[in-house]
């Protein structure tokens, strides 16, 4: 595995737009009128809840099995996920005529499942959190030599997630924020990393889940750390995260700050986001919004770009939270 001192993300970035670029969409950008006025100052909405499979995470899949080899792929490909990593492995093995293994935990949401199960993947239940399906799948891959596809933990997919922040430096002039999701830090240290590079001034934040604030604690202490976590509305930027990840270098490289939001503060992030504009989002989408929405004060004046990266939520819960 590479470590941080080597991965030079704006170059991982820039090739990683070339090699999905015929299969991802440029998602767009959406300026906010309500999270404007809050602020006195211009918001805009980076909506990559539109991607293909309803999440950033196609951008790093698709990189990461476009930058295999035949020989590679006909080994077979496995992979562990909350699920939308999962949704992404199985349209990315689409478009080579492949398919995967994906392991998820017994705590990913039935209504999830049954949306993997329809995109025609390998599922294997194990364990009971997100962490224990992963180091089962990397043991698996090693055992049985078959590739083993990092969600965050490889500089290929790293640069994937990063195109979201090569549109937005496209798409929105001036940006004074990115404020970002952060699970295992892919999109993260990605985008964040990438838009870093090309204006040094920007503040990049990432946000994660009180309940589950492994990113957060580890910057905090210096290292990566294991710690449990309990359940959360931002499921998908839930669980243990890699000892050796890159991403926890990276953070530290091109973050500015990592945050933590409660999940009644996530619930009502949701339910704006429906209420202002119409848009259905996952948990972990609304954290950005969430943060915002907590430190408006912080923001007074400025140009921020919230990335609203996925939108793949059960109904039952989704109308449980817009009618709370």
């Known amino acids: 595995m590479e470590t941080t001192a080597v991965v030079d993300v704006r170059k991982e970035v820039l ?20 999270f404007s006025e809050l602020i006195n100052g211009t918001v805009n909405l980076k909506l ?4 293909t499979t309803g999440s950033f995470k196609f951008r790093g899949a698709t990189s990461k099995i476009m930058s295999l080899s ?14 939308n990593y999962a949704l992404a492995i199985a349209q990315a093995m689409k478009n080579v005529g492949r398919e995967a293994t994906i392991y998820l935990a017994k705590d990913v949401p039935e209504s999830r499942i049954d949306l993997i199960k329809s995109h025609g993947l390998n599922i294997v239940i ?13 043991e698996v891959a090693g055992t049985e030599g078959k590739i083993y596809v990092s969600p965050y933990n490889d500089p290929v ?27 295992g830090g892919g999109l993260l240290t990605g985008s964040g990393g990438y838009l870093k590079t090309g204006n040094p001034d920007i503040n990049v934040i990432g946000v994660s889940p009180e309940n589950s604030p492994i990113m957060y604690e580890s910057i905090r202490q210096g290292e990566m750390i294991e710690m449990g976590f309990t359940q959360t509305l931002a499921d998908t930027c839930a669980g243990g995260v890699d000892l050796d990840t890159i991403t926890f270098g990276l953070c530290q490289k091109y973050v500015d700050e990592i945050a933590l939001v409660s999940e009644e503060e996530i619930k009502n992030g949701i339910k704006i986001l429906f209420e202002q504009h119409r848009l259905v989002s996952e948990g972990s989408a609304a954290l950005s919004v969430a943060y915002l929405l907590k430190n408006k004060e912080k ?7 919230l990335v609203v990266c996925g939108k ?12 709370s």
């Open 15 to 34: 090739a990683a737009d070339k090699r999905i670029r015929p299969y991802v969409i440029e998602t767009p950008v959406e300026h906010s009128i309500y």
């Open 70 to 83: 035949e020989e590679e792929l006909d080994r077979g490909i496995i992979s562990a996920s909350t699920g």
């Open 126 to 138: 194990y364990g009971d959190e997100a962490w224990d399906a992963e180091k089962k799948a990397r």
């Open 157 to 183: 997919v790293v640069g994937g997630q990063g195109t979201c922040g090569l549109e937005i430096e496209k798409q929105v002039k001036d940006v004074d924020t990115v404020i970002i999701a952060c699970g």
């Open 299 to 305: 923001f007074e004046g400025k140009n921020v770009v």
């Open 48 to 51: 990559d809840l539109y991607q």
């Open 312 to 323: 793949n939520i059960g109904i039952a819960l989704f109308k449980s939270i817009i009618n």
